[in-house]
Nanobody, 116 residues
Framework: QVQLVESGGGSVQPGGSLRLSCAPS????????MAWYRQAPGKQREMVAM???????MYADSVKGRYTISRDNAQNTIYLQMNSLTPEDTAVYYC??????????WGQGTQVTVSS
């Protein structure tokens, strides 16, 4: 089954940066919106950033000004540049996409750990 694959997660010190990437493992006909979600231990999964086909973006208040989402439409690839990371950013980060027929696609998640 077609799914999304994330990469770029890892461990970083507070104040550091990471760049996540997400691309489909197979054919996805017509992706509309793509987004990054995260889920920290004991917390509900939340959307942190999304990007439309035209490049419009939105961010959760908790990451606004620190995270930047971008998109390469030709490759259906999205990126998440994360700067000024804090321990509160520690979570499993998931890539998600929706196509024109409202079918949803998810990645397996990539761990981001921010600690000293």
């Amino acid at each position: 089954q077609v799914q999304l694959v994330e990469s770029g997660g890892g461990s970083v010190q507070p104040g550091g940066s990471l760049r996540l990437s997400c691309a489909p493992s197979g054919r996805i006909a017509s992706i509309t919106d793509m987004a990054w979600y995260r889920q920290a231990p004991g917390k509900q999964r939340e959307m942190v950033a999304m990007v439309t086909r035209g490049g419009g973006t939105m961010y959760a208040d908790s990451v606004k000004g620190r995270y930047t989402i971008s998109r390469d439409n030709a490759q259906n690839t999205i990126y998440l540049q994360m700067n000024s990371l804090t321990p509160e950013d520690t979570a499993v980060y998931y890539c998600a996409a929706e196509d024109l027929w409202k079918r949803n696609y998810w990645g397996q998640g990539t761990q981001v750990t921010v600690s000293s």
